[in-house]
């Protein structure tokens, strides 16, 4: 029976390497796998999934306003589909999540999603509140604070370094405009380790 799969994390802790992986693992068996990208997200041009270690594939975008089950659907009537990816999917909307759930109980097509859990001011995005909900099974996916802690949350900076607490939630940006942090460095806005602060052994579970 197929599921939908939530993993979630902050930024910078290998959602889309992980996701190309699972791809290539399904095409490596001979399976065809779909991977889907909303169309807000085009640092690195349209269609294209790409991770910070260099993988790469192509993906089709999609809209807010599409019917993301009619679009599988569509396409599953030309190819054969085993298996599909969503990637940045924090933006989905709420509908969308809905339909997903429809591919994997009606199609019985699994369903992998891989998104931001929570936005610069520490809400979550429509997209991920919903697969925390609706989604069969949830993983987080973990990386590591300046100061060790596990981060878990993400804090925006502008050009001179200077963290910003308030504006859209949705600007797309990568190293340069966004810095996973822990919840207490995220309190109190620290961005960088300080020379006098100890090193945490590991992070906490």
């Known amino acids: 029976m197929a599921k ?26 001979g399976m065809h796998t779909l991977l889907l990208a909303p169309d807000i997200d085009n640092r690195d041009g349209e269609s294209i999934i790409s991770s910070r270690i260099g993988l790469s594939a192509p993906a089709i975008s999609f809209h807010t306003a599409d019917n993301l089950y009619s679009l599988i659907l569509s396409i599953g009537r030309k190819q054969t589909v085993d298996c599909i990816f969503i990637d940045e999917a924090q933006f989905l909307e709420k509908k969308q999540v809905k339909q997903l759930s429809d591919v994997t109980d009606e199609l019985d097509i699994p369903v992998l999603c891989y998104g931001l859990r929570t936005d610069f001011q520490g809400n979550l995005f429509t997209g991920s509140e919903q697969l925390l909900a609706w989604a069969d099974e949830l993983t987080e996916i973990k990386t590591i604070c300046h100061c ?9 900076i502008d050009a001179d370094g200077n963290v910003i607490k308030q504006g859209a939630q949705i600007k ?9 942090v822990c919840r207490k460095c995220f309190k109190s806005g620290m ?11 590991g992070f906490d579970e």
Request: hydrophobic content about 35%; cysteine-free; overall charge positive.
């Open 172 to 180: 797309i940006g990568g190293n340069d405009n966004y810095i996973s």
């Open 148 to 156: 060790g802690r596990k981060a878990n949350m993400v804090l925006r």
């Open 191 to 201: 961005i960088k380790r300080r020379n006098d602060e100890l090193m945490l052994e």
């Open 4 to 29: 939908l799969y939530f993993y979630y994390s902050t930024m910078n802790a290998g959602k889309s390497t992980m996701m190309l992986q699972a791809s290539y693992n399904y095409q490596e068996r």
